[in-house]
């Protein structure tokens, strides 16, 4: 019982073209993110999610954006890749409207290499 | 503003050494701390934390005491195994603010036999 997980687990895909990671969590948690780990292992908040509001940090591109068809998913969807796009994504998720005493569960991550 | 700064890594250390990893961190408010772990190839799990001043979080032998007044959160473990190879992460909780979790930028730990 995968409590938030991530597919595909690696994603090889050439430069220009449009993908989507998904994630789905079965937690019941009520916020959603997705994050970004370059190869230095340095972690990057990409989006915050509930049911109420997106969070985006202003430093994403817009070629990225997510996606919720529900509480329980949270799509990222990459348009127009780029080599610097490369990178581990991951998918986490948290009770209530944050991390608050709880902290995130993340799923495994996605690894992504554009070519 | 929210950041946590780590020790820059990579650490290696022999089987049954004693591990410390500083963290520190500036916050606004009251933050939540949190020592993640990556293992090779795997996604953060949660190590353990801490939630006011002078908690103390503990889990699989590691520890780490929430220090207002120092504004640390010193991750310790008595003697590590190769099992223990992975890397580290410190993170805070805003709390007060978006609730968004804040991540140190990772220590690597190798333990060789």
């Known amino acids: 019982d995968t409590a938030v997980s991530q597919t595909p687990k690696y994603l090889v895909t050439q430069m220009g073209n449009d993908k989507s990671i998904k994630c789905e969590q079965n937690?019941?948690?009520?916020?959603m993110y997705w994050y970004k780990q370059d190869s230095k292992k340095f972690l990057k908040i990409m989006f915050s999610?509930?049911?109420?509001?997106?969070?985006i940090n202003e430093t994403v591109p817009n070629r990225f954006s997510p996606k919720s068809p529900d509480k329980a998913h949270l799509n990222l969807h990459i348009n127009s890749l780029e080599l610097g796009d490369s990178a581990v994504y991951f998918c986490?998720?948290?009770?209530?409207?944050?991390?608050?005493?709880?902290?995130?569960?993340f799923g495994s991550g996605t690894r992504l290499t554009v070519v | 503003g929210n950041s946590v700064t780590q020790m820059e890594g990579p650490v290696t250390l022999s089987e049954e050494a004693f591990l410390t990893i500083n963290c520190t961190y500036t916050?606004?408010?009251?933050?939540?701390l949190f020592w993640y772990v990556q293992y090779p190839g795997e996604g953060l799990q949660l190590l353990l934390k801490?939630?006011?001043?002078?908690d103390k979080g503990s889990n699989k032998g590691f520890e780490a005491t929430y220090r207002k007044e120092t504004t640390s959160f010193h991750l310790e473990k008595g003697s590590v195994q190769v099992s223990d190879s992975a890397v580290y992460f410190c993170?805070?909780?805003?709390?007060?603010?978006?609730?968004?979790?804040?991540f140190g930028t990772g220590t690597r730990l190798t333990v060789i036999p």
């Open positions: 986490a998720s948290s009770q209530g409207s944050g991390s608050g005493e709880y902290g995130y569960t």
């Open positions: 937690l019941g948690h009520d916020t």
């Open positions: 999610y509930n049911n109420k509001e997106l969070i």
């Open positions: 916050a606004t408010g009251y933050p939540s």
């Open positions: 801490a939630t006011k001043a002078d």
């Open positions: 993170a805070l909780s805003d709390r007060d603010g978006a609730n968004n979790l804040f």
